[in-house]
């Protein structure tokens, strides 16, 4: 993978260029969730590319980004984000996250708007972490930075995928492939990248001050930001768009893949059109 060197950290990410025939092409960016990379688009990026310039990027610590001493915290990968646009040269983008990079979605639309064209949030909260939670995401963190992930994954999985999804064929190779490449990751960064997330403060004070267009996804068996979280996104961002993704959990690219792209390609359209503007 190329790397973008953004406050001495070389940051991972993908780029599928400008389409043939569309060098006018808007650009769409991909922000993974918590335990992944931007490989969690794929689906996404093999439909779109042929009409928008696709892009992800890995987070510190995650995917093919090398781990850092520090910087995992919200605000430090937003400034990331906002790096690598600058690096890549994209002008206004889509902005498309899932949880964590649903996250620095948030932080992007409100603080720095005239990077963004739009803004999909996927399986994303705007409030600090559940207190409930917090403890058991400590200690998974802990087990993985001293035993791995094959321990602990019958209790990591099922926060990050729906039951319908665990219990198919095409979740349980996923699954697979997933705990693969999560086996890849160093174990240190790992722990503090789970740290970075149960550690955010709210944004939602901030949301009202959102002015891309919004479209709002969430998994119905969602349990690690449930549908209540993407609710009061919805509410609190003028004109939010907001729809619920049966028989799907937490990683919704990946459970419902055909349905996520319908919703995004119809989305970014109408964001596109003439019409809108």
């Not at 040269?89 to 708007?113: E, K, N």
């Not at 209790?155 to 999560?182: C, D, I, K, N, Y």
Request: net charge neutral; aromatic share 6%; proline share 8%.
């Amino acid at each position: 993978m190329p790397f973008v060197v953004v406050d001495r950290v070389p940051l991972a990410y993908t780029d599928t260029g400008t389409p043939a025939g569309r060098p006018d092409a808007p650009t769409v960016v991909f922000g993974h969730g918590l335990l992944f990379g931007g490989w969690m688009f794929r689906a996404q990026l093999a439909a779109l590319q042929r009409d928008y310039r696709c892009v992800t990027l890995d987070w510190r610590g995650q995917g093919s980004t090398p781990p850092t001493a520090d910087g995992y915290d919200m605000d430090t990968l937003t400034a990331d984000a906002v790096g690598l646009l600058s690096a890549l040269d994209t002008g206004p983008v889509h902005w498309v996250g899932l949880s964590m990079g649903g996250f620095v979605g948030l932080r992007l639309a409100a603080r720095h708007p005239e990077l963004l064209r739009s803004l999909t949030l996927l399986d994303t909260s705007a409030d600090a972490e559940d207190p409930a939670k917090i403890a058991e995401y400590h200690r998974l963190a802990w087990a993985l930075r001293w035993f791995g992930h094959r321990p602990v994954l019958g209790r990591v999985a099922p926060h990050l995928f729906g039951p319908a999804f665990l219990a198919s064929a095409t979740g349980r190779a996923t699954v697979r492939e997933w705990s693969r490449r999560l086996a890849a990751t160093q174990r240190v960064a790992l722990r503090d990248a789970v740290h970075g997330v149960t550690a955010r403060p709210t944004i939602a004070p901030e949301l009202p001050s959102i002015t891309a267009p919004t479209l709002v996804l969430v998994g119905a068996d969602d349990t690690a930001t449930p549908p209540a979280r993407s609710d009061r996104i919805a509410t609190l961002i003028p004109h939010a768009h907001h729809h619920v993704l049966p028989a799907c959990g937490h990683s919704s690219s990946l459970e419902q893949p055909d349905l996520v792209t319908d919703h995004l390609r119809r989305f970014l359209t109408d964001v596109d059109s003439p019409a809108v503007h």
